[in-house]
């Protein structure tokens, strides 16, 4: 594939001059810290992304006729007034729109019952109220709740961002009012306000977002999520892969540039300090100050710092504290009609077999012929109005579940697109699964798909470099808001984190490790500048 003229590719390119920072990979935290550190410090960073485009789970890929998002299903907090969506403005130079999905943006579906998410958090309390009454103490404590673990992550990341001795102080005062919801699990916060199973399952109908099921997922990353959508769910004018191209020429106009096709093979250590990075395909090292990691803790600690200095800094440690998300199927549909012909909605549907999302997920993973746990569908081209003009007469969907790695592992060693018949035959039995699901709920598309193709977790550890397939980085348990080692600053000098590992997962949490990332760096809250 041809590379979007915005980024180079690493066969073409040539270092002009030194720069101030490298960054190693593309995802929306990497491209993130990049500008930040462009425009507030003029500083010239270099991005080195492995895959043929930028952008990580922010791309889009295309076939013939068709086009969809791997990762940018819909963002929330992208109205006007939102830091969210000042931040995007200033890291794209305001070249990035926005499409409002409409005034329902999630529809829970557990078995033949539906709930809609409306947009404004007063509408959501009211349908809530209306599905449920006799609940409404409980869902007005719900929504105090969530308000009050979001407002309590403001210090909590704060502290992230500062030097380790001065955290040692002001640390846990910063951190206690947030943790107060961290460490506890979102079915644990939820039964203690409520014993009604279909509100619990009503008010963690998007649990697919973050990945965990609520006896299992933090509360404080649910209360992100969910918070996330109070203001509507929005789409990127033009596609999820404007994102990248959008910001790319904050980047190069500082000295810096965007290089694809560009694997590193090892973060250069000299004494106590990263100085580089050494290239996979030529053994080139290219040096600059400050090396920033947006590849994952995983492979940071376990792949790309020399092993001797992991093990030495603690930093393999460390890993043994965490674990990894689970993977999944995304099922990506083409057909050769256009959204308004389909009818298709701009909302996404959640679909659930009963209440119970631990015993859905619990039986699945033990059975994979077990129902499907959840099947998240989304509709790309009647979200985004600028998807007819780029592809006449075409409509998109994806089909997303749960996958694990355990399932796929034997594949491990082979190549993509050459995996052999019985992979090709259970994904094929997988896709048939997909197809069913999407049928049932959207039953004027079974005769009209034109294309029908699905990735496994397999194809997520080939193109994003996660090696177990990997969805949302590390889980998000109540255990992982108490790393304090998840932070920009790294115990070797001149190597920092960014993107969603330090923060939260989905586009905007990954920016956030961005912001987080560029304010250690610079010794200064960037966000002043971005939302004064």
Not at 129 to 154: H, L, M, N, W
Not at 432 to 451: E, T, W
Not at 518 to 532: E, Q
Request: with cysteine; glycine share 12%; proline share 6%.
């Amino acid at each position: 594939m041809t590379p979007t003229p915005s980024f180079q590719s690493y066969k073409r390119f040539r270092p002009d001059g030194a720069y101030d920072a490298i960054v190693v990979g593309s995802g929306i935290g990497g491209l993130g810290t990049a500008a930040l550190l462009a425009k507030q410090a003029g500083r010239r960073v270099l991005v080195l992304e492995r895959h043929y485009t930028a952008g990580g789970y922010t791309h889009a890929f295309r076939r013939p006729g068709y086009e969809w998002d791997v990762g940018v299903h819909y963002i929330g907090s992208v109205e006007p007034g939102t830091t969210v969506r000042a931040l995007f403005d200033y890291v794209t130079d305001g070249a990035l729109g926005w499409a409002d999905i409409g005034e329902v943006y999630d529809r829970i579906v557990i078995g033949q019952d539906i709930y809609d998410y409306p947009r404004g958090l007063a509408n959501l309390k009211a349908r809530l109220k209306a599905y449920f009454p006799g609940d409404e103490a409980a869902i007005d404590g719900y929504f105090t709740a969530v308000r009050a673990a979001v407002a309590g992550s403001q210090l909590f990341f704060a502290d992230r961002a500062m030097p380790a001795l001065v955290s040692a102080v002001a640390g846990p005062l910063l951190r206690r009012r947030f943790l107060k919801y961290a460490d506890r699990t979102t079915r644990q916060v939820l039964e203690g306000l409520t014993r009604n199973q279909r509100l619990i399952a009503v008010l963690t109908g998007q649990y697919g977002d973050y990945g965990l099921p609520p006896a299992e997922s933090s509360f404080a990353m649910h209360a992100f999520v969910t918070g996330h959508y109070f203001g509507g769910g929005y789409y990127p004018v033009g596609g999820a892969g404007r994102i990248a191209a959008a910001i790319a020429p904050v980047i190069q106009a500082a000295g810096g540039a965007v290089v694809v096709d560009a694997e590193v093979a090892e973060i250069v250590v000299e004494g106590r300090r990263a100085v580089g990075v050494r290239m996979a395909a030529d053994g080139t090292v290219l040096r600059a100050p400050v090396v920033v990691s947006d590849a994952g803790v995983g492979n940071t600690f376990g792949r790309l710092v020399p092993r001797d200095v992991a093990e030495g800094r603690g930093l393999l440690a460390n890993l043994a504290q965490v674990r990894p998300s689970h993977g999944h199927l995304c099922l990506y549909v083409g057909l050769q009609h256009t959204a308004a012909e389909l009818g298709l909605p701009r909302a996404n549907y959640w679909v659930y077999p009963h209440e119970q999302h631990e015993r859905a997920v619990a039986e699945y993973l033990a059975n994979p012929d077990a129902p499907l746990p959840l099947a998240y569908i989304s509709f790309p081209s009647a979200k985004d109005p600028d998807f007819e003009r780029r592809h006449p007469g075409r409509a998109t969907i994806e089909v997303v579940t749960l996958a694990p790695w355990a399932w796929f592992e034997r594949w491990a060693g082979t190549r993509w697109m050459r995996r052999g018949d019985d992979y090709e035959a259970l994904k094929a039995q997988l896709t048939g699964r997909l197809l069913d699901a999407l049928c049932a709920r959207v039953p004027q598309v079974r005769a009209r798909i034109d294309h029908a193709e699905l990735s496994t977790p397999l194809s997520t550890a080939h193109f994003a470099g996660y090696a177990r397939g990997e969805l949302y980085g590390l889980d998000h348990t109540p255990s992982r808001f108490r790393q304090s080692w998840l932070r920009p600053r790294t115990p070797l000098a001149g190597l920092y984190l960014t993107g969603q590992d330090i923060s939260t997962c989905g586009v905007a949490g990954a920016l956030f490790g961005g912001v987080l990332t560029a304010s250690a760096i610079t010794g200064r809250n960037v966000l002043r500048a971005v939302n004064p």
